[in-house]
DNA sequence: GCACCGTTTGCACACGCTTGCAAAGCGACC
DNA sequence: GGTCGCTTTGCAAGCGTGTGCAAACGGTGC
């Protein structure tokens, strides 16, 4: 639609006096070009403002360089800072992100996958939801490499990076109970997801093993305003607990808040609150939380070194297992 | 590399017995097809799996349907939100993001620039840093429309959209000396962004009107930590501000911590905070910080607008000023 | 001069798609 | 039946690039 064009790799040629070819190698690492036909043609390039087109040389190629990060709850702090680990790393791989928000809208997975599929991504990295069998068979056959962020599924071919959400649950059980605690409780959304189930399981399951019933509630989306209101069902409770672990930092916060402000219950005195996810909230001074730090650097280059692996080993289950690091802050009593 | 190759329109075209035109002419909007053979192609393409290669479609048509977003610190929660609203919208104008960050070595915006080239981007929105003149150009000569959001560049070609930071700088005064204070300071980080500036200058006009002289201190990155540093360098002053305007909510956090937790200082009793963006923190009830809140899905959706609109009318200077909305909470007295 | 070898270069085809153009099909009307 | 008009369809020419292949080149060693 616009009057002027892009500049092709044929214009650079003609200014250069050299074949279109020569310029393709030019900017083909690796290409067979002597030093001064080399240089000829980056000046050519350079006076006319030529760009290769990704668009042609992935068709050719066959390899786009795109790689597709398919997310909901973008402006969320977790999901935020993996994003920034993800592009950042990508960059560095030479690649490029595609980002699909998948907000609004169910089984929007699948028609991000899709998207994928059009824009031929060299992968998918997908940090929210979880699509169907069909769809990644679909992706896979097509030779798109696929990475599963705590999504915990099983099934073979995609990348799944994992935490151990069910061992940091009883890490932190045990340290609530050092800490003196005796009615422990466990603060969790309606979302369901493996990760967050996960830890949910493993403090009830160490708590149990100390001899406590851990209270459990559920309500709505992982968010602050969530943490609010478990907190105003748990600390009306008669047996109020004095120990809460929330399945997430934001519905800590929200937690904590409520405990404070409307409750005036001081933390950790008279209750411990521990998070999950070291998001940047949890270390400022009104919450100063102990939480699991999510390795995001960690999860991010795994994820990266396996999309740009040559080598597609089929068949292998490929599976990694990360683990959380307990960042002890003062929302626990005797740190 | 793939032993299995993605699936054309030519094996669609075999199956459903047409040629390969009907096949493109089905996945074209508007184009001439009968019922009849629609139908076909579209079974023989479901059961294939076939997905248009928009690679090879924006390489024809000369139009990717890639937006790039050219952003740092996407881990922020500002930018974050920001970030959420715009590919979304993009996503339903039928477009669809590419993220380049621009974390990390200066200059990078270009650098970016120059990646949204090789894509062929549509169009690219700057959030953040401000490219050379000459790229800029680049980008319009190629027909590449550039959104720059909060950046008060003057260049003409690009669409560009302001807040009105230097009236909001002035509302917030008035607010402050209504509210009795009368040591008024502004805290800024050492950024020097014209938004920055712009809300510090207005601060201080206003204030100068009234008869007041604003303390102003600059220090780091526009950042929670900063914030700290500032309320330190602040309250330790003989002359202790009772009132004072963070240039970001994220400094106004910290500024907020330090002064209460480090200084017992309380707010808003003896101090006067507010801040600028009205990020989700601003609303948790540990800081109910008053502020002015970015539009931010009207800058979303002037920004789509814009870049999807066909006319591309040269010449004119295309600039939006939209209005900060103030956000009264907590943490100036008398609301 | 000639055979040999390694490097550089150009040609031409392929990648998967869109689209102008003309031919074909189909009714309807005189 | 012939003419006109409209819709549908296939052909083929591109879009900008990578790359195999063979030809050209340039330098040795005899």
Redesign the interface.
């Known amino acids: 639609?616009?009057?002027?064009?892009?500049v092709s790799a044929q214009e650079v040629a003609e200014r250069a006096g050299v074949s279109r070819s020569a310029v393709s190698r030019t900017f083909t690492p690796g290409a067979s070009v002597s030093a001064d036909t080399r240089r000829r043609v980056l000046e050519a390039a350079e006076a006319l403002?030529y760009?290769?087109?990704?668009?042609?040389r992935?068709?050719m190629r066959?390899?786009?360089g795109?790689v597709c990060?398919i997310v909901s709850d973008?402006?969320?702090?977790y999901?935020?800072?993996l994003?920034?680990e993800l592009?950042?790393q990508l960059?560095n791989a030479g690649k490029?992100?595609?980002?699909?928000?998948t907000?609004?809208s169910d089984g929007s997975v699948d028609r991000a996958l899709?998207?994928a599929?059009?824009?031929?991504a060299d992968a998918s990295v997908i940090l929210s939801g979880l699509p169907d069998k069909s769809i990644t068979q679909?992706c896979l056959?097509?030779?798109?490499r696929l990475v599963l962020i705590n999504r915990d599924d099983d099934q073979p071919g995609p990348l799944k990076i994992n935490l151990d959400d069910y061992e940091s649950g009883g890490r932190i059980a045990t340290a609530f109970v050092r800490a003196g605690c005796r009615t422990l409780a466990f603060a969790n959304s309606e979302a369901g997801t493996p990760s967050l189930m996960g830890r949910e399981r493993g403090f009830i399951a160490a708590a149990a093993r100390l001899g406590i019933e851990v209270i459990v509630e559920r309500y709505g989306w992982t968010g602050?305003e969530a943490g609010k209101v478990l907190a105003q069902r748990m600390l009306t409770r008669t047996e109020r607990p004095d120990a809460v672990f929330c399945a997430t930092d934001l519905l800590a916060?929200?937690f904590m808040?409520?405990a404070?402000?409307q409750f005036g219950i001081s933390v950790p005195d008279q209750l411990c609150i521990a998070g999950f996810d070291d998001i940047?909230?949890a270390s400022?001074?009104?919450?100063d939380l102990t939480t699991f730090a999510q390795p995001v650097s960690m999860i991010a280059s795994h994820a990266v070194e396996w999309l740009s692996k040559?080598e597609?080993a089929d068949g292998e289950d490929h599976s990694v297992r990360l683990t959380a690091e307990l960042i002890w802050r003062g929302s626990i009593r005797g740190g």
Chains 1, 2 share one sequence.
């Open positions: 639609m616009s009057s002027k064009l892009f403002g760009h290769v087109n990704h668009l042609a992935g068709l066959n390899e786009s795109i990060l973008v402006a969320t702090p999901r935020s800072a994003l920034r592009t950042l960059q490029v992100a595609m980002l699909i928000n907000d609004r899709r998207q599929i059009r824009y031929r679909l056959r097509n030779g798109q602050y916060c929200g808040d409520a404070r402000h940047e909230q400022w001074s009104s919450y040559a597609n």
